[in-house]
């Protein structure tokens, strides 16, 4: 929860209700999978939780996620499980047009409430509400 409300003081106003509206929305669509919601609460400001280091550049080559995204899914991972980080990590899509990607079904379900809350403008309330899903998911009490 500490990491949390850091990364959402540091972010702008759209980032934070972001994330509350894309778990709220999730909440809504997804009433029972409490790690999508999760997922959908650092959608927004959970970019923030890892900032770029000045020796990232250096790190790139080395395995190292160079994204923010992929930087917030290696550090939550220990906290709240591999099915979060995975959420959280940007689908790559097929470089072959004739493919056809397989699509996740749940990483779809996060991109589209991240859509729809860009635009929601709903009260979604505040990111304390959300420390016992946070305290039970990072238990595993809620994995699928």
């Known amino acids: 929860m500490d990491l949390l409300h850091a990364g959402r003081e540091a972010s702008d106003a759209a980032s ?63 906290l709240l499980g591999d099915r979060v980080a995975r959420l959280l990590r940007p689908q790559v899509r097929g470089v072959d047009p004739e493919a056809d990607p397989e699509v996740d079904p749940d990483a779809e379900a996060l991109r589209q409430a991240a859509r729809a809350g860009r635009a929601a403008g709903l009260d979604a309330g505040v990111v304390e509400d959300w420390r016992p899903v946070l305290e039970l998911v990072a238990a595993g009490a809620y994995q699928l």
């Not at 778990?23 to 959608?43: I, M, N, T, Y």
């Not at 970019?47 to 550049?57: D, F, H, N, Y």
């Not at 080559?61 to 899914?73: E, F, L, N, S, V």
Request: aromatic fraction near 2%; proline fraction near 10%; charge should be positive.
């Open 16 to 78: 934070r209700d972001l994330g509350l509206q894309t778990a709220a929305l999730l909440r809504r669509s997804h009433p029972f999978d409490k790690e999508l919601q999760v997922a959908g609460l650092l959608h927004g400001p959970g970019r923030l939780l890892v900032p770029r280091s000045s020796g990232e550049a250096s790190q790139e080559g080395c395995g190292a996620p160079a994204d923010p995204a992929g930087r917030t899914a290696e550090a939550v991972r220990p």
